[in-house]
């Protein structure tokens, strides 16, 4: 009975064990350039008359899938995860899949438009985390607000909400990332590279589906490597 009870054990383990080549995690790294990001802190472009603090940074994450040499060989069920710069166990997820071999990550930034369609929804789609306008204009994509000494605000703040499921406003964006087969996969963000190109001495508020929206949106699906 108790070689049967160690065998068992041994099993269980094995059962419970990450599998070689399979996708565990993905852990979202957020980063201003070549150092790690904190929220709330002074950061600096060229000068110092363009500091910015970041107060605040959720965006979703949909659609996970992963590739092997173009073929899909995993799609993420009711795939949809907040991102919220201020709560570290939102930046990591598990993907359940086993033995999986992979060399590129494909997802979108924001929520489709059907989903949008859907009606309220829970869990990471829940209202209760600040993401959703109405049901005409649907689910925030992005969400990023904090102080500049550039921005015209009489309290120096800026307000960047971005979103849109509808043409011409639709924001939501694919990225698509080359990586390897590994327990864990590191996804940088590079603030630095988004708020290089954010209006904020023109426009530092966008609060509605819109044209610059849109183009902002573009330029956020190129700050992920």
């Known amino acids: 009975m108790k070689i049967k009870f160690i065998l068992f054990l041994f099993g269980l383990i094995y059962i419970l064990l990450p599998k070689k080549g399979a996708a565990q995690n993905l852990r979202l790294k957020p980063i201003w350039g070549n150092d790690v990001f904190q929220t709330e802190k002074k950061y600096f472009l060229s000068t110092k008359n363009d500091s910015f603090q970041i107060s605040l940074c959720k965006f979703y994450l949909s659609e996970i899938e992963l590739y092997k040499k173009g073929n899909l060989v995993y799609k993420e069920d009711n795939s949809f995860h907040l991102i919220n710069l201020n709560d570290c166990l939102s930046l ?10 992979f060399d590129e990550i494909r997802m979108n930034i924001g929520i ?5 369609v859907s009606g309220i929804m829970g869990g990471d789609l829940d209202p209760i985390h600040g993401m959703y306008w109405t049901w005409q204009s649907g689910y925030i994509n992005f969400k990023i ?16 909400h971005l979103g849109g499921y509808a043409e011409p406003f639709l924001c939501v964006q694919q990225i698509s990332l080359k990586t390897s087969s590994s327990p864990l996969v590191n996804i940088n963000f590079d603030l ?3 708020v290089s190109l954010l209006p904020i001495q023109t426009k530092p508020e966008i609060m509605s589906p819109s044209e610059m929206a849109v183009m902002l949106s573009k330029h956020l699906a190129t700050c992920f490597k």
């Open 112 to 116: 489709d438009s059907s989903t949008n």
């Open 192 to 194: 630095a590279k988004f």
């Open 145 to 160: 607000e904090g102080k500049s000494n550039s921005s015209k605000n009489k309290t120096g703040s800026f307000s960047y």
């Open 92 to 101: 990591s997820f598990s993907l359940k899949g086993n033995d999986l071999q």
